[in-house]
């Protein structure tokens, strides 16, 4: 199935505005749908296009691109391998999984110099150390990043045109939706938790509407990403460390502990293996805030961190993993929130993901109790104009916001919105937005 995602709006927007002055690059995780959107968009705005997917072509196909001092017998070459003709300024090249072949991707500089086509270039694990390190990265290069579908897009997959639109005008009204209303809006968003927003697995539930199903895909793309961190870490940690991010996030620590995950392994060693995790996009970060203001950045701690998955339905599975799935009982159980299980790890993870769709860089803050037996924790910060929005999330009991309250005391002066997110319906008490986890991605 080929699935709407806002992504195209964004490539639409280069195209114009560009003219083939640049080309773009769309970045993101395995299996995300950028080949997919890529051809898509080729095929609607372009008369003809090639795509070279150099998972699949011909080392004579990826070799070309190692001398570009002939372009007329490249573009020949391209022609007369996938029996398209090429018109300027009328047909786009794709070059799908790019990383593949670096050569390719040096030689977009002097591609879109030519000037006669426009260029859309895919990639996964771009940034991987050793398919960059020997080539000039160009500047003529456009990123665009893609994540598994978000909830919108999720209920466009399901055929709901209408309902982020009507939440979107409740959320800028604080206007409450009634108890009835939330849970079953609620319910719904629990389904989105559950399939996550990896195409396959949306296609898997749309097609047999068995969540068992879905849970076999997920392990399958799973099963790839732990292939691809094999392949560049023969170690072993990246995979250790993508495996314990439930377990780390249910331990309640106030950051990822890497020598839990890694049979002791330091921090320090594995900086660079955590940052081609980052960058994979498989999985989310939260750094915490040394000085939470609207610089957050400046004053990120690199080494303390928390570490979330990319795709919350992945994150379900993951969580879940050491039942292989016969029927859909726990399933089942967690959408109907029946399931006898702490599943705020499961909230934060989603909220982290929204966020990070969002446009939202994730930051949190830790500090101790005036006791100094315990900290105090705010689960994400968020930059707000010139000052903070500190959130909290609740799954459960929300009366009780002792940190959120304690970290509002302590940054009055900076603090701009203060939001708790929770599963009951909107409401605004004093200075405070208690509101449902599906409208974070208004935040």
């Given at each position: 199935?080929?699935?709407?995602?806002?992504?195209?709006?964004?490539?639409?927007?280069?195209k114009?505005?560009?003219?083939?002055?640049?080309?773009?690059?769309?970045?993101?995780?395995?299996?995300?749908?950028?080949?997919?959107?890529?051809e898509?968009?080729?095929?609607?705005?372009y008369?003809?296009?090639?795509?070279?997917?150099?998972a699949?072509?011909?080392?004579?196909?990826?070799?070309?691109?190692?001398?570009?001092?002939?372009?007329?017998?490249?573009?020949?070459?391209?022609?007369?391998?996938?029996?398209?003709?090429?018109?300027?300024?009328?047909?786009?090249?794709?070059?799908?999984?790019?990383?593949?072949?670096?050569?390719?991707?040096?030689?977009?500089?002097?591609?879109?110099?030519?000037?006669?086509?426009?260029y859309?270039?895919?990639?996964?694990?771009?940034?991987?150390?050793?398919n960059?390190?020997?080539?000039?990265?160009?500047?003529?290069?456009?990123?665009?990043?893609?994540?598994?579908?978000?909830?919108?897009?999720?209920?466009?997959?399901?055929?709901?045109?209408?309902?982020?639109?009507?939440?979107?005008?409740?959320?800028?009204?604080?206007?409450?939706?009634?108890?009835?209303?939330?849970?079953?809006?609620?319910?719904?968003?629990?389904?989105?938790?559950?399939?996550?927003?990896?195409?396959?697995?949306?296609?898997?539930?749309?097609?047999t509407?068995?969540?068992?199903?879905?849970?076999?895909?997920?392990?399958?793309?799973?099963?790839?990403?732990?292939?691809?961190?094999?392949?560049?870490?023969?170690?072993?940690?990246?995979?250790?460390?993508?495996?314990?991010?439930?377990?780390?996030?249910?331990?309640?620590?106030?950051?990822?502990?890497?020598?839990?995950?890694?049979?002791?392994?330091?921090?320090?060693?594995?900086?660079?293996?955590?940052?081609?995790?980052k960058?994979?996009?498989?999985?989310?970060?939260?750094?915490?805030?040394?000085?939470?203001?609207?610089?957050?950045?400046?004053?990120?701690?690199?080494?303390?961190?928390?570490?979330?998955?990319?795709?919350?339905?992945?994150?379900?599975?993951?969580?879940?993993?050491?039942?292989?799935?016969?029927?859909?009982?726990?399933?089942?159980?967690?959408?109907?929130?029946?399931?006898?299980?702490?599943?705020?790890?499961?909230?934060?993870?989603?909220?982290?993901?929204?966020?990070?769709?969002?446009?939202?860089?994730?930051?949190?803050?830790?500090?101790?109790?005036?006791?100094?037996?315990?900290?105090?924790?705010?689960?994400?910060?968020?930059?707000?104009?010139?000052k903070?929005?500190?959130?909290?999330?609740?799954s459960?009991?929300?009366?009780?916001?002792?940190?959120?309250?304690?970290?509002?005391?302590?940054?009055?002066?900076?603090?701009?919105?203060?939001?708790?997110?929770?599963?009951k319906?909107?409401?605004?008490?004093?200075?405070m937005?208690?509101?449902?986890?599906?409208?974070?991605?208004?935040?």
């Amino acid at each position: 199935m080929i699935f709407k995602r806002k992504i195209y709006e964004e490539l639409l927007q280069w195209k114009r505005t560009d003219e083939g002055r640049t080309a773009v690059l769309i970045q993101g995780a395995r299996r995300v749908g950028k080949s997919t959107i890529a051809e898509k968009f080729a095929a609607n705005e372009y008369e003809t296009y090639i795509l070279v997917d150099f998972a699949a072509c011909s080392t004579e196909i990826r070799d070309l691109f190692n001398d570009v001092s002939d372009l007329n017998r490249i573009f020949m070459r391209l022609q007369l391998e996938y029996g398209t003709e090429l018109k300027e300024r009328k047909s786009a090249i794709i070059f799908d999984e790019v990383q593949l072949a670096p050569k390719a991707r040096q030689a977009i500089k002097y591609l879109v110099k030519d000037g006669r086509y426009d260029y859309i270039e895919t990639g996964s694990l771009i940034s991987i150390r050793k398919n960059v390190k020997n080539i000039l990265i160009p500047s003529e290069e456009v990123k665009l990043h893609m994540y598994p579908m978000d909830y919108e897009e999720f209920k466009w997959a399901l055929g709901d045109t209408a309902t982020i639109k009507l939440l979107q005008n409740c959320f800028n009204g604080r206007t409450s939706l009634g108890d009835a209303t939330n849970r079953k809006l609620m319910r719904d968003f629990r389904l989105y938790m559950l399939v996550g927003g990896m195409p396959q697995a949306v296609s898997a539930y749309l097609e047999t509407n068995n969540l068992e199903k879905v849970d076999s895909v997920k392990r399958s793309i799973i099963t790839l990403y732990e292939d691809d961190f094999n392949k560049i870490d023969q170690s072993g940690n990246i995979s250790k460390m993508f495996r314990q991010i439930p377990a780390q996030l249910t331990s309640n620590a106030n950051r990822y502990l890497t020598w839990r995950a890694t049979d002791g392994t330091r921090n320090s060693n594995l900086a660079e293996l955590i940052s081609e995790m980052k960058e994979s996009m498989v999985v989310n970060m939260a750094y915490h805030a040394n000085d939470p203001s609207a610089g957050m950045a400046l004053h990120q701690a690199p080494d303390k961190y928390k570490m979330f998955v990319g795709d919350t339905g992945l994150f379900v599975t993951l969580a879940f993993w050491d039942k292989k799935f016969t029927d859909n009982t726990i399933y089942h159980k967690l959408l109907s929130d029946k399931l006898n299980a702490d599943l705020g790890y499961v909230y934060e993870n989603v909220i982290a993901q929204m966020l990070k769709a969002a446009g939202h860089e994730l930051y949190y803050y830790t500090f101790p109790t005036d006791s100094g037996k315990h900290n105090y924790e705010v689960d994400f910060l968020i930059a707000d104009e010139d000052k903070v929005s500190p959130v909290e999330v609740k799954s459960s009991g929300y009366k009780a916001h002792a940190s959120l309250d304690a970290f509002c005391g302590k940054f009055s002066a900076r603090i701009k919105n203060k939001y708790l997110i929770y599963t009951k319906d909107m409401r605004k008490e004093a200075d405070m937005l208690y509101m449902p986890v599906y409208m974070t991605m208004f935040l």
